[in-house]
């Protein structure tokens, strides 16, 4: 018997976790030689997800549960489940249908044919606003210059992955957690499906255009650490630009040539440099504030109520 643990993260998902509970019964049902688990993370949720949780999982022994003291983030949810995992193939996936269970079975079959794990990309961004497109497709140019790790373009958190893939994610204990950058990074041979893309099926996405600059900036500081380096480079360059313009200066006023310059010139290269300067100090403390929070070795969760 194979047992498939699926960790789901829920942040007021009250509508949708019974329909999602429908859909898993549905894709299992038949399956003599499968069984599964479904651990529910409540992520803080402000509307009734743990009451609705609760009662499900009281109906329905494969049901667990993990009640967060507070909104501890999506990361930090999918880090729970997997640690509270105990199947031979652990899945991550949405609550709200938008990660379509019926894969599951085909994503069974690659694994059993060797893989180590299973992953998903939208190749559609359909029913999603242009702009926040535009911002992804930038986001994984940038990452994917930048970074060590290799993260494809569209791949959603929706992954199958064997029990020794899981306990090494598991074993990268950092508190800022990126989990696409930590499953790429942790290696592994990853078949990916593709599927198009699906709208909610309750209820608002709760990523703001805010929520998901903050993730991109935490995805690119820690996987890369090349930003620090364009501090050095800038200042390379722009060290070299005045050096040639005091020559220029000299060699005007050498010749006689130096009528009054305009002010606007020297204000313009004064603002200029002061924002180089600007930008590298908040580079360096981007990775400061990091190095900081890492070393004060905070849970990445606290738990409140669990049945596991
Ligand atoms: N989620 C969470 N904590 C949060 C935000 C989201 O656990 O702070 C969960 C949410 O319940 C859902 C999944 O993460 O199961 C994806 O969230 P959402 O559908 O809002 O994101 P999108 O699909 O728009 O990327
Ligand atoms: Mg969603």
Not at 142 to 155: E, Q, W
Not at 162 to 173: G, I
Request: charged content about 25%; overall charge neutral; hydrophobic content about 40%.
């Amino acid at each position: 018997m194979t047992l498939v643990s699926i960790c789901v993260p829920c942040f007021n998902e009250e509508k949708t976790a019974p329909v999602f509970y429908n859909e898993i019964l549905k894709v299992f049902k038949g399956k003599d030689d499968l069984d599964f688990e479904i651990i529910f993370v409540d992520d803080g949720s402000k509307d009734d997800t743990f009451k609705v949780i609760k009662d499900l999982s009281k109906k329905d022994e494969r049901l667990k549960y993990i009640k967060f003291s507070r909104n501890f983030g999506k990361e930090a949810a999918i880090y729970a489940g997997l640690k509270n995992s105990k199947g031979d193939y652990i899945v991550t996936m949405d609550a709200d249908l938008q990660d379509p269970p019926a894969l599951l079975p085909e994503m069974i079959d690659y694994m059993e044919s060797g893989y180590d794990s299973v992953a998903t990309r939208r190749v559609t961004r359909k029913g999603e606003p242009i702009l926040r497109s535009l911002f992804s497709k930038l986001f994984y140019k940038i990452i994917n210059r930048l970074s060590d790790v290799y993260i494809v373009d569209g791949a959603r958190d929706y992954r199958m992955m064997s029990r020794a893939m899981t306990d090494s994610v598991l074993s990268l204990t950092e508190y800022n957690r990126f989990s696409k950058g930590i499953f790429s990074w942790v290696g592994f041979e990853t078949k990916y499906l593709e599927f198009e893309n699906i709208e909610r099926e309750e209820g608002e996405s709760s990523w703001s255009f805010l929520k998901l600059l903050k993730y991109s900036i935490e995805g690119i500081v820690s996987f890369s650490t090349s930003l620090l380096s364009i501090s050095t480079i800038l200042g390379i360059i722009l060290s070299v630009i005045s050096i040639i313009f005091i020559f220029v200066i000299i060699i005007q006023h050498l010749i006689g040539n130096d009528s009054v310059p305009g002010w606007a010139s020297t204000v313009c290269s004064v603002l200029f440099i002061g924002g180089v300067q600007l930008f590298c100090i908040g580079l360096l403390g981007l990775y400061l504030s990091r190095t900081y929070l890492e070393t004060k070795k905070r849970p990445i969760y606290i738990s409140k109520e669990e049945k596991l």
